[in-house]
């Protein structure tokens, strides 16, 4: 990325001046997708501030949930402290698919070919007394 797009835009990650205002903060941590963590400074309820610096696209549906409890103050450690292991069975968080060909369309979406159900039977349209 240039000098002139960390300067003025978002989206592509971290501005200039929110990497300088970093620099005094700690490090906390960096999940698999490539984020990383910081933690320093207080809000105004007392609370130390956090951040995250996105790899890629800023989309906050890219932070793992348990990047979010740390985020969000609800675990006050890291998630690899503060967590207890991931089990075999629990799938890896995804991100919001909403706009791409991987979204969810329902039977009846226009993108799957607008075919609903046919009606049952069992639905009476409600209409006023009088």
Do not use: C
């Amino acid at each position: 990325m240039g000098f002139l797009a960390s300067t003025f835009t978002w989206w592509n990650g971290a501005t200039l001046g929110t990497k300088f205002g970093l620099r005094s903060m700690a490090k906390m941590g960096e999940d698999a997708l490539g984020n990383v963590y910081y933690q320093g400074g207080k809000d105004t309820a007392g609370n130390p501030r956090r951040w995250v610096i996105y790899q890629g696209a800023t989309d906050a549906s890219r932070v793992p949930p348990a990047w979010f409890s740390w985020l969000h103050h609800q675990v006050d450690d890291v998630p690899d402290r503060a967590l207890p292991p991931v089990r075999t069975w629990q799938k890896p968080a995804v991100p919001n698919m909403t706009g791409t060909a991987l979204a969810y369309r329902p039977a009846g979406a226009l993108e799957k070919g607008g075919k609903r159900a046919t009606a049952t039977g069992d639905y009476e349209a409600w209409t006023p007394e009088g």
